[in-house]
């Protein structure tokens, strides 16, 4: 058994044999639990009961990696779309590995430094067509809400009728994105075949998957209400980084980890390769982009707002070019295709934009090496009065500590 312990972990507090879901979860939580980042958690190896392992043997890592393709010569990088300008930016480059070599020693190893990472070859995988015409003849008559992404309207359409444009670059009367999709309802219940299919794709499974034995929110019992971390749809038309665009998605942090896989893309409006822009920044640089944003939306950003996770920015090219200007500060920049996911480190703002209309899904876990920045954002949006304890971070921390506590005295 390997002890983890998180900012300079203490002893482990002693736990009970059981713990019956508390009828308010989170003040309970709270009068149980330390605080997430004193909480030393251990991690199974062996045999175990939680539904990941299948009843094989688990073996956690080591994270100090010292021959592996982490530090080989040449190294991968997500490489451009083509005829895309980057504009002369110099922005960090991002790790590509094939779904097939990236070993979890390796990617544990990057994740620990807060690096996000791009798998491609997933697609291979599926058994699912994933397209325009299969969610029309699925879901056509089902009604959704669409927003449009420069001014945030918004307007009832059915499935159909959103995604029988995909593709359709004439006359089309704004850029709309059906974000969230299901709003509401857990993925799995509404559309399980497309969820199992997701499951199985999944790149990291033992971290991304809603039952990985290194999410740890996987440890929530099954008559306990957890956080909704998804997988949800995003389905978004053609946008572009001209000054003044809002792109896809605006600039926002999410509340853990997130990974996410574009499924589909149509060509450009030029005939060119279709895919989608991210730009992934640092945590280290959140501060400073906050300053900029403030500075240059002064009227938008009232004392006390936090202008990222008011989610109403997106920076394009000449506002990048302007906060590197300032601050000295770049993203990450990762051009996405289909058959690839983007892994997002909690407490990374990022941003997208889609030069071709495109079908992504993205759900959202919790790593063991970003709990304290997990823990980080849940004060930030606490702080930010309309922003809910989603995540339920210390009610997550208890039930892995009584999960794993149990395998530690079979």
Request: glycine share 6%.
């Amino acid at each position: 058994m390997e002890q983890l312990a998180y900012r300079y972990g203490s002893s482990p507090p002693s736990v009970p044999p059981e713990l019956s879901p508390p009828s308010d979860r989170t003040s309970s939580a709270d009068s149980l639990h330390p605080s997430p980042g004193s909480l030393a958690l251990p991690l199974p190896r062996g045999n175990s009961s939680h539904p990941a392992l299948n009843g094989s043997p688990y073996h956690l890592p080591s994270p100090d990696v010292t021959n592996s393709s982490l530090h080989e010569e040449h190294p991968r990088y997500c490489p451009k779309l083509p005829d895309v300008s980057d504009f002369g930016l110099g922005y960090h480059r991002v790790r590509m590995f094939h779904t097939h070599d990236l070993q979890p020693e390796v990617f544990r190893a990057l994740w620990a430094e807060g690096e996000p990472i791009v798998v491609e070859g997933l697609l291979d995988r599926s058994s699912i067509p994933w397209t325009p015409q299969y969610f029309m003849q699925e879901f056509g008559t089902e009604v959704c809400v669409v927003i449009e992404c420069q001014t945030d309207a918004n307007k009832r359409v059915t499935v159909e009728e959103f995604f029988q444009k995909f593709g359709e670059y004439a006359d089309r009367d704004g850029c709309w994105k059906l974000k969230d999709w299901p709003s509401v309802t857990d993925f799995k219940s509404v559309f399980p075949k497309l969820y199992e299919d997701f499951m199985r794709i999944v790149p990291m499974p033992d971290y991304a998957r809603r039952d990985g034995v290194l999410n740890i929110s996987s440890h929530f019992p099954a008559n306990a209400l957890g956080p909704d971390l998804g997988p949800k749809m995003y389905n978004a038309f053609a946008s572009d980084m001209e000054p003044g665009s809002k792109g896809s998605t605006k600039l926002h942090m999410d509340m853990a980890d997130a990974v996410n896989i574009m499924h589909f893309a149509t060509s450009r409006p030029d005939g060119g390769e279709g895919g989608a822009v991210w730009d992934i920044f640092r945590s280290q640089d959140s501060d400073a982009v906050r300053k900029f944003l403030r500075s240059r939306f002064k009227d938008k950003c009232p004392a006390g707002a936090d202008p990222i996770h008011q989610q109403l920015y997106y920076l394009d090219r000449e506002l990048l070019a302007a906060l590197k200007a300032e601050h000295g500060v770049v993203s990450c920049r990762v051009y996405q295709r289909p058959g690839e996911a983007v892994f997002i480190p909690a407490g990374c703002a990022h941003q997208v934009c889609n030069l071709s209309d495109c079908i992504k899904v993205a759900v959202d876990f919790v790593s063991p090496e970003n709990i304290e920045r997990c823990e980080n954002l849940t004060r930030e949006f606490q702080a930010q009065t309309w922003k809910e304890d989603v995540l339920q971070l210390k009610t997550m921390l208890w039930y892995a500590w009584q999960s794993c506590s149990r395998l530690v005295h079979r």
